[in-house]
C-alpha cells in the first residue's frame, strides 16, 4: 500500500516563500508521474503542479511563474517550491499520483499553508 508523507507546510507572510515535500513510500517511484494539489476550506480540491516520470511539468495557471515542481528518484521524494506566496495560496496541500490517484486510502495528512501578514 502506498504511503505519501507530505511536510514543510507553516505560517508565511505574503511574497514569502516555502518548499513542501513528499515522501512517497510503498510504489517505484520513478515510473510514476506526480502531482501536488491542495484545498482550502470550502472548497474543492485542485491540481497546483504536476510532474511526469521524465521531469515534464504542468501548472495551474495561479501558481505559474511563482511554484516549480520538482523530484529526486533516489529519494522517492516530490518537492513544491512555492514563491511569492499569496494569501490565495492558504491550503492544505497534498500529494499524490497524477492523473489517478492511489484511492481514498491514499491521501496523506497534507500540510497546512497559510499565508497571512
Known amino acids: 500500500q502506498v504511503r505519501l508523507v507530505e511536510s514543510g507546510g507553516g505560517l508565511v507572510q505574503p511574497g514569502g516563500s516555502l518548499k513542501l515535500s513528499c515522501a512517497v513510500f510503498g510504489t517505484r517511484f520513478s515510473i510514476q508521474n506526480m502531482a501536488w494539489y491542495r484545498q482550502a476550506p470550502g472548497k474543492q480540491r485542485e491540481l497546483v503542479a504536476r510532474?511526469?516520470?521524465?521531469?515534464?511539468?504542468n501548472y495551474a495557471e495561479s501558481v505559474k511563474g511563482r511554484f516549480t515542481i520538482s523530484r529526486d528518484n533516489a529519494k522517492n521524494t516530490v518537492y513544491l517550491q512555492m514563491n511569492t506566496l499569496k494569501p490565495e495560496d492558504t491550503a492544505v496541500y497534498y500529494c499524490?499520483?497524477?492523473?489517478?490517484?492511489?484511492?481514498?486510502?491514499?491521501w496523506g495528512q497534507g500540510t497546512q499553508v497559510t499565508v497571512s501578514s
Open positions: 499524490n499520483r497524477w492523473p489517478t490517484d492511489w484511492g481514498s486510502d491514499s
Open positions: 510532474i511526469s516520470m521524465v521531469e515534464d511539468t
